[in-house]
């Protein structure tokens, strides 16, 4: 498989810039929440191979976010960075999206090196300068951040829309100059969490979906209950965490028929068996299509993911070739947060 050769982000921090990337394409480390503190380039260089330095977004305050790019090209490079958020969304359409300005208006930024050149050398990590400016949200649901790098090598065209749900997916794989961030809190306080994420189908035909749910840290017997009360595609599983396996990971999750051109909300809810959530648990939810297997792309883009996990002697790890549209993860943390 090809390798980038300029500016790009991450989509997670075993993405090494190969074409298409894997893993999971919506946790980007290089889209940096940092509250009302600066980054430097210092701190984002040291930590560029990990942790992830993003902190929640505190709506109704100071929110300056950066954007951390690497040049993998072997000669000196150069370009701009744009931020958008979007409601929390199995399926982030560019339709939803919704532009960051800094607090000088600008909604592009140069990426810049140490010493603030914006000529960033071969294998060298950038960042955004200065940092974009977020001090509210509208109310309702939870948010999603995306950022897009432009160069003069390789400019991105944002498509506004899509023909069908595997063009949408080959278009997030395809492109190392978009990150995704799709990544909330909450206080592990708490014995019940929900979210609100939209999803939908924008086939012209009806399609078979498989809902992930993947906790990790969590007591066995969390249940979670996935609801979307719209009439033409209405969903209401009751599922539970069950041990976790031999990697840590309590797998469980549900296949649904959705409708052709739908478009609709799914409240997830997560209720503890036995007090509070632990703090570090962490809840993520894929969205994923079962390819069509008559169809050239849809077989070309799907690829293999655990669907389920046993924890007997002579259990199975089922899997399945799926098509992932979107994924959103919850973290429990003993910050008190409001929203990212």
């Not at 960033?120 to 109310?139: D, E, K, R």
């Not at 944002?158 to 978009?178: C, E, H, K, L």
């Not at 046993?310 to 947060?337: F, Q, W, Y």
Request: charged share 10%.
């Amino acid at each position: 498989m090809p390798t980038y050769n300029d500016l790009y982000v991450r989509d997670n921090f075993s993405d090494t810039g190969v074409i298409p990337s894997a893993g999971n394409p919506y946790q980007s480390p290089d889209i940096i929440p940092y509250q009302g503190s600066a980054l430097t380039w210092a701190n984002a260089n040291s930590t560029y191979s990990g942790p992830d330095i993003g902190k929640a977004i505190i709506n109704r305050g100071i929110n300056n976010i950066y954007v951390r790019a690497k040049n993998l090209n072997t000669v000196a490079g150069s370009g701009t960075v744009s931020l958008f958020y979007a409601n929390a969304s199995l399926f982030l359409l560019p339709s939803t999206w919704t532009q960051v300005m800094s607090a000088g208006g600008q909604s592009a930024l140069q990426l810049t090196d140490g010493s603030g050149n914006t000529s960033i050398p071969a294998g060298s990590v950038a960042i955004s300068n200065p940092s974009f400016l977020l001090t509210g949200l509208p109310p309702g649901p939870h948010y999603c951040l995306i950022t897009v790098v432009q160069t003069t090598a390789h400019p991105v065209t944002i498509p506004t829309t899509f023909p069908s749900n595997a063009a949408y997916s080959q278009w997030v794989q395809n492109n190392p100059a978009v990150g995704w961030r799709n990544i909330t809190y909450s206080p592990n306080t708490l014995v019940q969490m929900s979210r609100i994420f939209e999803f939908g189908n924008i086939n012209p035909t009806p399609a078979y979906f498989y809902f992930g749910i993947v906790g990790r840290g969590f007591v066995p017997g969390t249940a979670i209950n996935c609801q979307c009360t719209d009439q033409a595609c209405p969903i209401n599983q009751n599922l539970t965490l069950p041990q976790p396996d031999s990697l840590g990971n309590q797998v469980t999750g549900f296949q649904t028929l959705v409708p052709a051109n739908f478009w609709g909300s799914m409240v997830i809810t997560a209720t503890s068996p036995s007090g509070p959530f632990p703090t570090g648990a962490v809840l993520t939810m894929t969205y994923n299509q079962i390819p069509d297997m008559t169809n050239v792309l849809d077989m070309a883009v799907a690829k293999r993911f655990f669907t389920a996990s046993g924890m007997e002697e002579n259990s199975i790890i089922t899997t399945a070739m799926l098509i992932k549209l979107g994924e959103c993860t919850i973290r429990v943390t003993d910050m008190p947060t409001l929203a990212e």
